[in-house]
């Protein structure tokens, strides 16, 4: 048996169904996170794919935390033909309800590359301590 692949009207065929999508102008969804606990704190990890740190917004009030982000689109060339625009405005947002107290005034982030880091230092009755016996 002989299967004839034709790959121009294939591929053709491939970027005419992506472009029929009903693609929204802006994607919502929840960044992928890790978290980990620490003697002392909480460390937060979210993937921010394409966002610069002037689109970050990080909240934290009664325990929760939150992180809205927004990926900004790009300006297409002029002179390109465009043979697929997947890549939407994307908006990101996240609450997390932390189960210690946080010690709101010391809590610090920051943006590389994509990821997040935000620590959030444990309020100081939070921490774990050693008690001495008598």
């Not at 692949?5 to 970027?15: C, G, I, V």
């Not at 970050?56 to 002029?78: M, S």
Request: net charge negative.
């Amino acid at each position: 048996m002989m299967v004839r692949f034709d790959f121009p009207r294939t591929l053709e065929s491939l970027f005419e169904d992506a472009s029929m999508r009903d693609f929204r102008a802006t994607e919502k969804s929840a960044p992928a996170m890790d978290i980990t606990e620490h003697e002392n704190e909480y460390v937060v990890v979210a993937e921010l794919p394409g966002v610069n740190k002037e689109e970050v917004k990080i909240t934290f009030e009664n325990g929760v935390l939150t992180v809205q982000a927004e990926r900004k689109p790009y300006e297409l060339p002029q002179e390109a033909r465009v043979l697929l625009n997947e890549m939407r405005v994307r908006e990101f947002t996240r609450s997390l309800r932390l189960p210690v107290r946080i010690d709101a005034d010391n809590i610090a982030a920051e943006l590389q590359n994509g990821v997040l880091r935000i620590s959030l230092p444990k309020a100081q009755e939070a921490r774990p301590r050693l008690i001495s016996v008598k």
